[in-house]
């Protein structure tokens, strides 16, 4: 554990159930999901390097990342209250050395982290195209879900500008939106080159696609087994747990 920090009005400090680590989390804003949590697992990371992740929100996966390599880490989250619980929860893990996070708008990341500077790139992106009604909900909720200040074409821009030649980036997202996502990525010249898709029961429909590519990489895709997340008894399944 590092130094103690300083809980904010309606936040909490839960547990990661993994190497002792905890989150600031808050009902008021966008808490995170097992997506989160899953791309952490997914993602092939370097034993050392440089990793980068966009939309960080309250700074998950750079937590989760920590326990599979020493590589240092980058986050980059858009709302500042977010950026702030993450950096607060970095400083209790006593992870400040290895993750620095950073307020930022991802389309302007490489202004300041340069081009083609990062072994791997994670991304945890709004899923849903802005409409008419994300106004009336909660801002934190509705910037988390929805593409109101970025748009898909944006964040796989940004992880081509941000990932090294060679390097991988890896991204969860929705299968409705999985022939948007591999056309943009080979666009940007990001080669898919593994996949797995998340079901919520066996027989059911795949509701989480998990998705690798290599910047510059030669054509070929490995559709990995799907992962049940939930067995026959409403626990979570083995390979899940």
């Known amino acids: 554990m590092g130094e103690a920090v300083e809980l904010l009005d309606g936040e909490r400090l839960d547990d990661l159930l993994t190497h002792g680590l905890r989150i600031i989390q808050s009902d008021e804003v966008f808490s995170f ?28 996966i750079p937590l989760l990342l920590t326990t599979r390599t020493r590589a240092n880490i980058v986050g980059v989250e ?8 993450a950096i607060r929860s970095v400083r209790w893990n006593g992870l400040d050395g290895q993750i620095r996070m950073i307020q930022g708008d991802l389309r302007e990341a490489h202004l300041t982290l340069g081009y083609g500077r990062f072994d791997l790139v994670t991304v945890n ?7 008419g009604y994300d106004t009336n909900k909660n801002v934190y909720f509705a910037l988390a879900r929805h593409e109101i200040a ?3 074409e944006d964040v796989i821009a940004a992880c081509s500008r941000l990932v090294k030649s060679g390097g991988k ?9 999985l022939a948007d996502v591999i056309s943009l990525m ?4 990001l080669e898919p080159k593994r996949m797995r898709l998340v079901h919520p029961r066996s027989g059911q429909e795949a509701n989480i696609v998990l998705i690798e590519c290599i910047r ?3 054509p070929e895709l490995r559709v990995l087994p799907p992962l049940i997340v939930y067995a026959d ?9």
């Open 33 to 60: 999901s097992l997506d989160a949590v899953l791309l952490a697992r997914f993602c092939t990371v370097p034993v050392r390097g440089s990793i980068l992740d966009l939309c960080s929100g309250n700074g998950v």
């Open 78 to 85: 858009l709302q500042d209250r977010l950026a702030d619980m």
């Open 125 to 131: 992106p709004p899923y849903l195209p802005a409409t």
């Open 150 to 152: 970025c748009t898909l």
């Open 169 to 177: 980036v890896a991204m969860v997202h929705r299968p409705a939106r």
């Open 186 to 189: 080979r666009k940007y010249r």
């Open 216 to 218: 510059d990489g030669g």
């Open 233 to 241: 008894n409403g626990a979570y399944g083995p390979e899940l747990m």
